[in-house]
């Protein structure tokens, strides 16, 4: 039997489309009627119960994004001295990736690199019987920065109302293949989604907890020492050192170079961008799931993706992340799903923001029963379809339908493959007679 991937799955969803069906054939046969003799019967068409290996999937769509990833910019302004990189180098945190000439900057900078081998002297005296207070001092410095970069960013989504977003719209669309959703997405600047600001909330947390666990360290270190001499020097280092890196733009994080924007001898000003850098290892896709959905998404279900710009390419990956708490999106209510990819490993072109589709697997393949969309109708008592018996009556039949498959709907009732349904009818649209056997 073949595999057939589940293209639609909401109850309501299903429910139009048998109607849309339906629609169909009441329009075919007043058609019909309008030609045809008055006295003349038609005979209602015939269908066969099948069975089909059937999986439920939720289409969803995003786009692919890179963790960490950073837009460097200039500090400060001056003629651009060396550019150490190119796009598609891999660099490691720390690297200095392009630098100014000192010259062309303010005289500030230029005291500042002589100010910071001064002060690196004069810390390195006073810590020269204490290594382990400064690496207290270092750790507590590294903690303070990441602290500081955290909480700016916090702040920057709570009061920037012009932060890029995308949003996904969905259409029921018919196909020669039969009803299909459509996903468009549509970038766009507004106020931070609920998710991004909970997930900056917890960054923000635990670089809390671990400037405090670095503070606690430095102060039980620092007890015997002759510690404000030391906060002084690294102080004025930390000075110096800060005024001293606007010369230079500094790889954050171990990654790719993606872009460069400047060459040696571009004049630059505070604020220009210089580069683009991520960690092309660390992909993923953050995408809306419909609430009528959500309930079947869990934590490593897996999923697969392609890319509109990049045609032939499938990526896997699986489910890492479920906010629960979801957003109204155009009137409909959406949840945050997170699909982290799996590392590729082969050199392709993979542009970043570029719309990513993803079929996320609920459930695997399995064997059901399916039957045509014209074969079940819909009463108060719920779905049906009527069997016909070997004695040419029919039995009604209750089922309850699922994933629709082409013309076919997954069901579940007391069918067994290769049972005889009738199709609605096209001179009716009433049950069977029940004078005929009809249940």
Do not use: C
């Not at 020097?233 to 790889?251: F, G, P, W, Y």
């Not at 990819?341 to 082969?346: I, M, N, Q, T």
């Amino acid at each position: 039997m073949n595999t057939v991937s589940n293209l639609l799955k909401d109850k309501k969803t299903r429910n139009w489309a048998i109607a849309a069906a339906v629609v169909i054939v009441v329009i075919l046969t007043v058609a019909g009627f309008s030609s045809a003799n008055a006295d003349t019967a038609v005979a209602a068409t015939e269908a066969r119960v099948v069975v089909l290996e059937v999986g439920e999937t939720i289409e969803a769509s995003g786009s692919l994004e890179a963790q960490p990833f950073a837009s460097l910019n200039w500090k400060t302004s001056g003629v651009v001295k060396s550019v150490n990189v190119q796009p598609g180098d891999f660099v490691k945190a720390g690297d200095i990736l392009l630098t100014l000439d000192p010259t062309s900057t303010s005289a500030s900078i230029v005291s500042a690199q002589a100010d910071l081998i001064t002060a690196q002297k004069n810390l390195e005296d006073l810590l020269k019987s204490g290594t382990g207070l400064a690496q207290a001092a270092i750790d507590l410095k590294d903690a303070q920065e990441e602290y500081d970069d955290k909480l700016s960013y916090m702040n920057y989504l709570q009061n920037d109302k012009t932060i890029p977003l995308t949003e996904t719209q969905v259409y029921l669309q018919k196909t020669p293949r039969g009803y299909e959703y459509v996903y468009k997405t549509k970038e766009h600047i507004g106020p931070a989604t609920e998710a991004m600001l909970t997930e900056a909330a917890n960054n923000l947390a635990l670089a809390k907890g671990q400037f405090d666990d670095a503070q606690r360290e430095y102060d039980r270190l620092n007890a015997g020492a002759a510690s404000p001499d030391v906060v002084a020097a690294q102080a004025k280092v930390d000075a110096a050192q800060a005024t001293v890196n606007t010369l230079s733009i500094v790889a954050p994080f171990d990654g790719e170079v993606l872009s460069v924007d400047g060459r040696a001898g571009d004049v630059v000003d505070t604020g220009d961008l210089s580069v683009n850098m991520a960690d092309m290892g660390h992909l993923y896709v953050e995408t809306q799931v419909d609430e009528s959905d959500i309930a079947t998404v869990q934590l490593g279900n897996q999923a697969e993706v392609t890319l509109d710009a990049v045609s032939g390419v499938t990526l896997t990956g699986k489910v890492s992340a479920i906010n629960p708490v979801g957003e109204v999106v155009s009137g409909l209510v959406k949840y945050n799903v997170r699909v982290e990819l799996d590392k590729v490993e082969e050199d392709i072109f993979l542009p970043l923001g570029t719309t990513a589709n993803v079929v996320i697997r609920t459930k695997d393949a399995s064997a059901t029963m399916a039957v045509p969309i014209t074969a079940i109708q819909n009463d108060n008592a719920g779905e049906y379809v009527w069997v016909i018996q070997d004695d040419g009556s029919s039995l009604r039949v209750n089922i309850v339908s699922g994933s629709i498959v082409g013309d076919l709907v997954a069901v579940t009732g007391d069918l067994k493959e290769g049972d005889r349904l009738q199709l609605l009818s096209s001179s009716s649209f009433d049950a069977p007679n029940p004078m005929r056997g009809g249940g």
